[in-house]
């Protein structure tokens, strides 16, 4: 464990942007969810109604399980419960392999062996900083429910079993970055793991058999039963859990050698296949944009069918205000929470399409771009080979998701899926951010480009909070978007057709300044 702690200094000093985003803005939404469930819903009988139709339908169930409670603190926990864990271990178990398993793809895990570093101390500083982060997580989003009116004990158990669930997901993700040379194939094997998880707790609220929710840290965020009898000892599985588990990468990581994994990794073709370096773009971006449209293409489906009954659901004198002020008299309850909720996932998109826009620095960073470009490839080429896929691959992401929600929702994918597709130029102006950033501040850009997503984020939470308006709502491009499928939304061209033009101007500027400076690696 030698270097442990020095590893640890290191992982904050890298993550120092991205740690505090995801804290805060996770920690807030539990607030957020309990003040607008007690303003739509202002008595016990319209929190009867809608926990009554909300369980009769099975795409709610699936999505989110069975409500406990139809109060204030029950609702809440029944709406972010396994939203929170879903993101909470996304981004646990990609923290967990940008510091193993990638360090370890990079050469840098065996500079840093050479020196007074202990074999055990990356992963080890790994699952103290990512833990520590979830549970201080949960911790924080305690006093923003307290001041809601929920009781503080059932308020740090919610918070308390969402932190387990994201430390449950950086274990799994310590034992696949043992089995594998990829960091790409250990991400697919555990966010596939986290899948199954999701399954099993699904099954067991629709498929009406308690057991399968108990082998998934899904289900035992439901089952600690937080603000409906409190049930404090259901967190003994995730500590169990993680011990095991953790114990479980130490081992196996004393088994194979550094940058090795346990499983053989698949011989490719005795003979070159690729065709340039647009060729090779697309063998690099392929596999993790299928991905993403394979989870996005689930998610719009699952979202459609949880719409069709939201007209019920959200028949609230508040909520019907709300669709009468944003989509006029006519706009039906289900379209305005659609829109609501499409506007969030646009910013999903935006961060997958950011993985794509940072893939050749990260190439450049690797030494690889050095290889390619010795070849005829010219710089120019090889850096429009990754933005290409970084303004295709959202644009295909976004079509997925309006398509497979519009087809489930009401049988007019072309309506819902123009809507969805609004939103591409505003992800476009901050994957221009990125490529301006890659351009003229290399070592910065990804610090950069999260961080304006994660401005945008904030921008749009204050104004959900109506602490934000006028300049400061302007600054995030996704406000400049019309909600088509409320009457409200006026005419998209202008302000789309600007918001192009903004995503063109920044992206023109980076690639003519990464012609002007030198490679680097650091």
């Known amino acids: 464990m030698t270097g442990t702690w020095s590893l640890i200094r290191l992982i904050l000093r890298r993550d120092r942007v ?117 549970v201080l997580l949960g911790l924080l989003s305690v006093p923003g429910l307290v001041a809601n009116g929920l009781p503080a004990g059932s308020s740090l158990l919610f918070g308390l079993s969402v932190a387990g669930g994201g430390c449950a997901f950086a ?31 699904a099954a067991a609220d629709t498929g009406g058999v308690a057991w399968p929710a108990w082998l998934s840290p899904f289900g035992w965020v439901r089952l600690t039963r937080a603000y409906a009898g409190d049930r404090w000892w259901v967190l003994g599985l995730f500590v169990v859990f993680v011990a095991v588990l953790a114990a479980g990468a130490f081992a196996l990581s004393v088994r194979r050698d550094v940058a090795g994994g346990l499983l053989p990794a698949r011989q490719g073709p005795a003979t070159g296949t690729l065709r340039g370096a647009f060729g090779l773009a697309g063998r690099l971006h392929r596999g993790t944009l299928a991905g993403f449209a394979i989870g996005f293409g689930l998610l719009g489906a699952l979202l459609g069918v949880s719409a069709r009954g939201l007209d019920t659901q959200l028949n609230t004198p508040q909520f019907r205000d709300l669709a009468a002020v944003l989509g006029g008299s006519g706009a039906r309850v289900s379209d ?41 490839v010219g710089r120019l080429r090889w850096a429009l080979s990754h933005l290409a896929f970084a303004l295709a691959g959202p644009a295909l992401l976004l079509a997925v998701l309006g398509v497979a929600a519009g087809l489930a929702y009401d049988c007019d994918a072309l309506r819902v899926a123009g809507a969805t597709l609004a939103y591409l130029p505003a992800v476009w102006t901050v994957v221009g951010i990125a490529t301006l950033a890659f351009g003229v501040l290399p070592g910065l850009a990804a610090a950069v480009s999260w961080t304006a997503l994660g401005i945008f984020l904030v921008v749009d939470l204050l104004a959900e909070f109506r602490l934000a308006s006028g300049v400061v709502l302007d600054v995030s491009p996704f406000v400049h978007v019309p909600a088509l499928l409320l009457d409200g939304a006026g005419s998209p061209v202008a302000p789309l057709l600007a918001l192009t033009a903004v995503a063109g101007a920044l992206a023109v500027a980076g690639l003519a300044l990464l012609r002007r400076r030198d490679l680097a690696t650091a």
């Open 18 to 134: 991205l740690l505090p985003l995801w804290i805060v803005i996770s920690a807030l939404l539990p607030a957020s969810i309990a003040a607008s469930t007690a303003g739509l819903y202002t008595d016990q009988a319209a929190r009867d109604a809608f926990a009554a139709a909300s369980m009769s339908n099975p795409a709610q169930l699936a999505m989110r399980g069975v409500i406990h409670e139809a109060s204030v603190g029950g609702l809440t926990a029944w709406t972010l419960g396994s939203s929170l864990t879903l993101i909470g271990g996304l981004v646990s178990i990609l923290l967990v392999l940008r510091h193993t398993r990638a360090e370890e793809e990079a050469g840098r895990r065996e500079l840093l062996s050479s020196g007074v570093v202990g074999r055990h101390a990356p992963l080890a500083a790994a699952l103290v900083v990512v833990p520590a982060a979830n």
């Open 171 to 201: 274990a799994v993700a310590a034992v696949t970055a043992q089995l594998t040379a990829s960091s790409g194939t250990a991400r697919g094997l555990a966010i596939g793991v986290g899948g199954l998880m999701f399954a099993l707790r």
């Open 336 to 376: 305005v929470f659609f829109s609501f909720v499409m506007y969030v996932l646009s910013q999903l998109v935006t961060g997958a399409a950011l993985v794509s826009a940072l893939r050749a620095r990260g190439e450049e960073v690797a030494g690889r771009a050095d290889l390619l470009l010795s070849t005829p």
